[in-house]
């Protein structure tokens, strides 16, 4: 938080004059006497602020059952950032009940623990500690979920991070779950939004998990070899964001 807000700070100070263009400056002697002149300024606009909205999609699956005690602490620093700097924001986790699953249907049921409307109330970050390990993960139905209610959003950048632990693994779906969640991803990203996995581990990563992500994702999947790491990686990842963000 204090490292964007110092950004802020910068950009709100930064020097407007000797540029290379901009509006014409009134020192025109320097045209003469300066060997390399710079004779334009920015005009001062308004102070720079983070238009942004983020989504936070949580895999509640059964695989989760040894990470999700560390990736709760991680979520609370992101929304407790998120909620200091007025950024609004929501944390859902997802899974498939997979007692219920037949040939007609499959229930994916959501856990909204932050809404876009409780985001900002004191201790509202209290519900993270509710997510637990559920069942299944049918990833591309979470996507595509979690892609309509971020395109109501009417800011700037919408991010969705997807939290996960592997691949989608849910009834009749591990033959086509990655190309299934592969398209959700690719048809957010054509609406504009921005689309991050963060795929946790604990300890040794597979070269074929590591392949699988990047099917999906393409080179916007961030690795946490370790959970117990996963707080320490998200301070620079959001940093990142949020400077994206920054309108001027």
Request: glycine share 6%.
């Amino acid at each position: 938080e204090r490292a964007i807000r110092r950004t802020l700070e910068v950009k709100r100070i930064a020097p407007r004059g000797d540029r290379l263009f901009g509006r014409l400056d009134k020192r025109l002697a320097r045209a003469v006497t300066d060997e390399q002149p710079r004779l334009f300024y920015k005009k001062r606009g308004p102070d720079p602020q983070l238009d942004a909205a983020f989504a936070l999609l949580v895999d509640c699956s059964a695989s989760m059952y040894d990470k999700m005690d560390e990736t709760k602490l991680g979520l609370v620093l992101f929304h407790e950032t998120l909620r200091a700097l007025r950024i609004p924001h929501e944390i859902v986790g997802f899974w498939e009940d997979a007692d219920r699953v037949t040939e007609q249907e499959a229930p994916n049921l959501f856990q909204a623990a932050v809404g876009f409307d409780t985001c900002f109330a004191v201790g509202s970050g209290a519900a993270l500690m509710a997510l637990e390990p559920q069942q299944d993960n049918r990833d591309g139905f979470a996507i595509r979920e979690m892609t309509r209610r971020l395109l109501r959003r009417q800011e700037r950048q919408r991010i969705l991070l997807v939290f996960s632990d592997g691949e989608p693994s849910a009834a009749n779906y591990h033959d086509i779950g990655i190309l299934d969640t592969h398209e959700a991803v690719i048809h957010a990203r054509r609406q504009g939004l921005e689309v991050i996995s963060i795929f946790l581990a604990n300890g040794k990563i597979h070269e074929t998990q590591r392949l699988a992500m990047r099917n999906i994702y393409g080179r916007s999947s961030i690795v946490v070899p370790n959970v117990e790491e996963l707080h320490e990686q998200l301070v620079p990842i959001l940093r990142k964001l949020l400077l994206k963000s920054i309108q001027v």
